[in-house]
């Protein structure tokens, strides 16, 4: 078994991270004019035609919303039938279904991640149970490290914070009967060609992918994302949720983005994101006091600082904001997420980080 990797129970009322905090925390503080490295929402989003298309269904909104177009083409899109398809109030919502609808008793979360699988789940009365990832062996998981009597294991792919593509066969082996393996796939579409993306599969007993259309297509004021499952677990879910939860232009979303014109934009956007992956881990390279997690395959970059906490508020006062990573189980003050950006926007922020570095050291 993986020497790097451990369970860890804490009691329900552990605080020892936050598990509330996110991105946008970091530029909303104190309303200064910074660029935003903190939130993995692609810029210069969303796209003209995408405004456009919502902005067109703002006729509509007498009516109630009716789903059955954008449930039709997000499983067309993904080669399902629509009854194996839930649309959300962004993914975060799903999260929130899966920890009130589902009965389980022994839920495992896989750290560190995004925080919001666990604080749903702590939140609807579970006992969560994690499986924290080392640094030492890159933040790669090894499925002997899951509980084999966890009857629900929560995994991002590729996963925020650490940006690590786990393959698919691998998350696949996780899978048991009478288990629910929830798969978090909201940035896998900006992996080229989604590679180890598990959406779409239906020989995995148990398996739960969710998905999110805000980061790719800029739309987290949108709110809208959706879960793929099978038809039974949809069932439970939809049950749960409140009527009509995702509006009528958020439904325009959803189908638009489902168009091949949209998924090529979209693979033409991941290819983008990692050559500009590629150049901002060639930058961070030369600082010694920097060590990135170079198997990067999101749209972010987490990297190990000394004297993070310092680094981070120097960047602050230089105009850039940067994620901290002590609110992610697993990690902690040292750690720091960057989200991907342009070329010249990351030369600026290699400029101010090399400042930052001297002045913390002061």
């Known amino acids: 078994m993986n020497t790097h990797t451990h369970t860890d129970t804490p009691p329900p009322s552990a605080a020892a991270h936050d598990l509330r905090h996110h991105g946008d925390a970091e530029v909303r503080d ?50 399902l039938a629509p009854e194996r398809v839930l649309l959300t109030a962004g993914a975060a919502e799903a999260f929130v279904l899966l920890a009130r609808a589902l009965r389980v008793r022994r839920p495992v979360v896989v750290h560190p991640q995004f925080t919001e699988p666990e604080a749903a789940l702590r939140d609807a009365g579970h006992e969560v149970r994690r499986v924290l990832l080392r640094a030492e062996d890159g933040f790669r998981l090894d499925p002997a490290a899951v509980p084999e009597d966890a009857d629900l294991v929560v995994v991002g792919n590729p996963t925020n914070p650490t940006s690590v593509l786990h393959p698919a066969e691998l998350l696949a082996r996780l899978a048991r009967p009478g288990r629910t393996l929830v798969v978090d796939e909201a940035f896998m579409d900006a992996v080229p060609g989604e590679r180890e993306a598990l959406a779409g599969r239906t020989d995995v007993p148990g398996l739960v992918v969710l998905r999110s259309l805000t980061k790719t297509w800029g739309l987290a004021g949108l709110r809208i994302g959706y879960v793929l499952a099978a038809p039974e677990t949809i069932a439970e879910l939809e049950r749960a949720q409140p009527l009509w939860p995702v509006s009528t232009p958020a439904l325009a979303a959803a189908e638009a983005c489902m168009t091949p014109r949209a998924l090529a934009e979209a693979e033409s956007a991941a290819h983008a994101i990692a050559a500009d992956r590629a150049h901002l881990l060639a930058g961070l390279a030369e600082f010694e006091e920097v060590t990135a997690v170079r198997a990067a395959e999101g749209p972010f970059v987490l990297i190990h600082v000394e004297r993070a906490a310092a680094v981070r508020a120097h960047l602050r006062d230089l105009g850039f904001a940067l994620r901290r990573g002590d609110t992610f189980p697993g990690l902690d003050e040292s750690w720091l997420r960057l989200a991907v950006r342009d070329r010249a926007t990351t030369g600026r922020l290699l400029q101010a980080l090399d400042r930052a570095l001297v002045l913390a050291s002061r």
């Open 30 to 79: 104190d309303g200064a004019e910074l660029t935003d490295l903190a939130v993995n929402v692609r810029t210069d989003t969303p796209p003209s035609w995408l405004r456009e298309h919502i902005a067109g269904s703002l006729g509509s909104l007498a009516a109630y919303p009716d789903g059955r177009r954008a449930r039709a083409a997000v499983a067309a899109r993904h080669g």
